[in-house]
């Protein structure tokens, strides 16, 4: 498998309502961070750094 890295050519910045998510929906983000395994990677790798 080869996969070649390009360098970017165009960059959009996220709509508004996607910015500061994790602040704006700090609930619904708990919910994904905790279901998607993401905290228990950080607290796994970061442990009390996180």
Sequence with gaps: ?????E???NF???EEA???YYKKHPLHYA??????????FIEKHWGDQA
């Excluded at 498998?1 to 890295?5: E, G, H, L, M, R």
Aim: aromatic share 12%; proline share 8%.
């Design 12 to 14: 959009y910045p996220a």
């Design 7 to 9: 360098a970017y050519r």
């Design 31 to 40: 919910q994904y961070k905790r279901g998607s395994g993401r905290k228990a």
């Design 1 to 5: 498998v080869v996969t070649p890295v």
């Design 18 to 20: 996607h910015q500061d």
